[in-house]
């Protein structure tokens, strides 16, 4: 059998029904319900940053701590999954009737059971555990979660004075704690056997001086008579390889790639020094994927300039009406696009909008789409799994097309049919045409009633070599 069970479960059955429970009540639930979580490590940072500001780190005589919860996924049984959930109901969703609960827990259920992988020639299906890749996974692995670290950790029955702060994101987390080493290793120990115990999930933890760093996510932090310190956190598994320079891709695509880094890097670390350390790193990294140096060089510069900045995007509606301008991504797009500020005070000014407020104005914006690659031209997925291409060698001549000169006589014996039999062998054809090249053709004798089809190839054109015939 596999040794893991992880499956993409973003266009399984299920699917449908999964994002709309999630988007409606699952989702908001779980905000509710497991308030210890952050969303990234931008949040992550802006945590560490309100520590920081609280003043309750004045020495370096704290420690801090990070934790793992071992293979999460594989190991979170239906029953506590479903345990956990009744409890951020009952806390959260009083109002809930029984048999709406059961019906939420009854499609949880059904996406759990839906997820299911072929190794080999066997087809295999999970006994437990949660599915890897799932919709609903990772909103029933936090509520799972925070219910466990509920009853080890923040009851307040089991709360020990010494735990002054924990974050976590799914199975990692990370806290400071306000005591000895001892009595933090002798908790910790403790919370991992009671978790091995009561609920079958093992954890791992390490433990440090607060003026050492800790790792939570991609951050590596410390708090140095108080200061905040990050720095980025890498691994030591980790290649450090992106995406080879030699790839066929727009060259934008690398400037992107090099600029996310380097911006990620510029969010995560807060001192310059430590900052300008990482990225020759994050340079010498590219170079080795065969990046040009100065491509490097200009990019890195040019997100070093920007300012740290933690706060979010705010997702504001835009009610004013928007025509898009569709466009095939290529030779022209930067130039169609600089027209477009042009093109909206034409607009504005023009007889039929002069007189209409601004916000009624429609506002022409570009949108681009994918140009047909290499993959598109030969391979059509789609159409051949639901058996809708036409796969038959076609006439060059359309239908009550007049050409000029002499008619193409290949096009009168051309067969349209998908298929070709011999003695009960049926093979399927390829697209194409008379005008097609690089061929293998057969031609079926309609007199002869076995061995009937004569199998021939060429360099030239088909209609060529039925000319030739």
């Known amino acids: 059998p596999p040794a893991r069970f992880v499956t993409d479960l973003s266009k399984g059955v299920t699917v449908r029904s999964d994002k709309f429970i ?7 639930l779980t905000k509710n319900y497991a308030t210890d979580l952050v969303k990234d490590s931008t949040e992550a940072l802006l945590k560490l940053e309100e520590i920081e500001k609280s003043g309750i780190i004045t020495d370096n005589n704290l420690l801090s701590f990070n ?15 479903m345990e956990a959930l009744d409890d951020a109901m009952d806390t959260y969703r009083p109002d809930w009737t029984p048999s709406f609960r059961k019906w939420i827990k009854d499609l949880l259920q059904l996406s759990f059971d839906s997820a299911v992988v072929k190794f080999g020639d066997d087809w295999y299906e999970t006994v437990d555990g949660v599915p890897t890749g799932g919709v609903k996974s990772v909103n029933a692995a936090n509520i799972t979660v925070f219910y466990v670290l509920k009853n080890l950790i923040y009851n307040q029955d089991v709360k020990p004075d010494q735990l002054m702060k924990l974050l976590r994101f799914v199975d990692d987390g990370t806290g400071i704690w306000n005591g000895s080493k001892e009595s933090l290793s002798d908790w910790l120990s403790n919370i991992r056997q ?11 933890y390490e433990v440090n001086p607060i003026s050492e760093g800790t790792q939570f996510l991609d951050i590596l932090y410390k708090y140095d008579s108080g200061k905040l310190s990050t720095d980025i956190y890498r691994k030591p598994t980790d ?6 320079h030699s790839s066929f891709h727009p060259r934008h695509t690398f400037r992107s790639i090099v600029y996310s880094q380097a911006l990620r890097y510029r969010r995560i670390i807060n001192d310059d020094e430590t900052l300008t ?13 065969s990046y040009p140096q100065d491509l490097v060089e200009e990019v890195i510069n040019e997100a070093r300039k920007k300012p740290r900045c933690l706060n979010y995007k705010s997702n504001k509606t835009i009610d004013k009406a928007m025509t898009p301008w569709i466009l095939t991504f290529g030779q022209g797009h930067e130039e169609s696009k600089a027209k477009l500020p042009e093109l909206n005070r034409i607009l504005e000014n023009s007889k039929s909008w002069k007189d209409e407020d601004k916000e009624n104005i429609p506002n022409v914006q570009l949108v681009t789409r994918r140009a047909p690659n290499i993959k598109d031209l030969l391979f059509k997925r789609k159409s051949i799994a639901l058996q809708t291409s036409t796969v038959g060698t076609m006439p060059c001549t359309k239908p009550n097309e007049i050409k000029k000169g002499r008619p193409c006589q290949c096009c009168k014996v051309v067969s349209k049919t998908s298929t070709v039999t011999n003695n009960n062998i049926t093979v399927k054809t390829a697209g194409g045409d008379c005008k097609s090249r690089n061929i293998i053709y057969a031609s079926t ?15 030239t054109e088909l209609r060529t070599r039925v000319n030739g015939h």
């Open 22 to 28: 999630v988007w409606k009540w699952l989702g908001p």
């Open 194 to 204: 009671t978790s091995v115990r009561k609920f079958k999930l093992d954890l791992t």
């Open 445 to 459: 004798c309609k007199l002869c009633a076995k061995n009937n089809v004569y199998t021939g190839k060429s360099v």
């Open 239 to 244: 290649a450090n390889r992106f995406l080879e």
């Open 67 to 81: 934790m793992d919860v071992v293979a999460l996924y594989d190991s979170l049984s239906h029953k506590l999954v």
């Open 277 to 289: 350390t990482r990225l020759k790193e994050l340079k010498g990294f590219f170079v080795q994927s």
